[in-house]
Structure formats: structure tokens, C-alpha cells
């Protein structure tokens, strides 16, 4: 059972354009939401988050948005760089603690010089 | 400043064979999270240690896999009697304290498992 979506596996974009990937869930207990970067054989590392108290954070080049009726979320990376190249996943976190997190299925992006 | 460590890398063991996953957290991290990530799926939470102590296991498959996290060195995953379905990258990840939002998590490279 997938609490939570990516539902595009890849996806590509020019150096210098905007990324946007999405997310998807449907646990309305969710309060917290991450997207993590990961590397071929590297753990995934943290980027950025997100409390459901909102619907926007912002960090350099990287703006997460969380809409909340609509339980969507999407990652917007501008301008988009080779070095973001990666699979980026999507988590979020119940109320009740978050030791578990629950990952989305991940999309690869890829950043074409 | 180590990260979280994990060893083996990769380890292949034929059905039927133990396989022992090891994690050593962060300096002063007392806080242990271990995932599992399945060929073309996201990360999967399995099980939560403090140190001694198994705070939530309820990502565990019953049967075969075990975790500890003892007083002294790393903590151990461990998977009895391997099924080519045990096939995964195991992630290790620790934190200070109990993490109340994945940022404060640290993720290990992953060790890989293939059985033959």
C-alpha cells in the first residue's frame, strides 16, 4: 500500500530551465513532508521540508509546495543544474512520531547540459 | 566527522545462507533507523533501535530478520535463512535524538544484498 506517489519515474530538463517534480499522498494524517537527492550507490541525503501547517519553503534554488486538499506536493528546482542530476524522493511523517518515514518510489532527474 | 557508516557494502549469500548487515551511527547518535529499499521502489522503514532497546519494529517482516543495537558497537540486521526476495539495498540511518522530522536523519551509503 503507497502512501505515497511519484508517479513520473523520470524526467528531463534543460540546464537552466525549471524542474518540477511531483508527489502525491493519501494519508491525511501526514504533517511533515520531505524530498531527499540520492546518488547511485550513495544514501539518500535531506533537501528540503515542509509542515502541513504550510504551503510553501524556500531554500536557494529549491521551493517545496504543499497543497493540502489536494494532498500534493511537487519540488520546483530553478535554475535547474547538471549537478542536480539524481532521483529524488519524496517522505512524509505521521503526527504520531516520526521514526517511520514513507517514501515515494522516486523520480530520476536528469539535467541536460 | 564520520558519517553513518555501514558494512558490507555488498554482500551475496546463496538461499538459505545468514546474512549480517552492520551500522555504525554518528559520533554521540544513540538513535538507529534501518530501511529497505527494493528494486524499483521507494524506501521501505523497518525498524527503529536506541541503544538496547527496539523502539518500533513495525516494518519487520515476522519471520527471518532480526535487529539489536547493543550497548557496545555497531548495530546489526540480521536475515536467517536468505530468499532471493531478500534482494535489496539496506539503508541505515541515525539521529541524535528522536527525530520528529526526517532533516535531522543521517543516511549510510547502503549495503547491498544479492542472493543467488
Known sequence: ?113 | NAGVMQNPRHLVRRRGQEARLRCSPMKGHSHVYWYRQLPEEGLKFMVYLQKENIIDESGMPKERFSAEFPKEGPSILRIQQVVRGDSAAYFCASSLRQSRSGNTIYFGEGSWLTVV
Not at chain 1, 52 to 65: A, H, L, P, Q, Y
Not at chain 1, 85 to 102: D, E, H, P
Not at chain 1, 108 to 113: D, E, H, N, Y
Open chain 1, 1 to 113: 500500500d503507497q502512501q505515497v506517489k511519484q508517479n513520473s519515474p523520470s524526467l528531463s530538463v534543460q540546464e537552466g530551465r525549471i524542474s518540477i517534480l511531483n508527489c502525491d499522498y493519501t494519508n491525511s494524517m501526514f504533517d511533515y513532508f520531505l524530498w531527499y537527492k540520492k546518488y547511485p550507490a550513495e544514501g539518500p541525503t535531506f533537501l528540503i521540508s515542509i509542515s502541513s501547517i504550510k504551503d510553501k519553503n524556500e531554500d536557494g534554488r529549491f521551493t517545496v509546495f504543499l497543497n493540502k486538499s489536494a494532498k500534493h506536493l511537487s519540488l520546483h528546482i530553478v535554475p535547474s543544474q547538471p549537478g542536480d542530476s539524481a532521483v529524488y524522493f519524496c517522505a512524509a511523517t505521521l503526527k504520531t512520531g516520526a521514526n517511520n518515514l514513507f517514501f515515494g518510489t522516486g523520480t530520476r532527474l536528469t539535467v541536460i547540459p
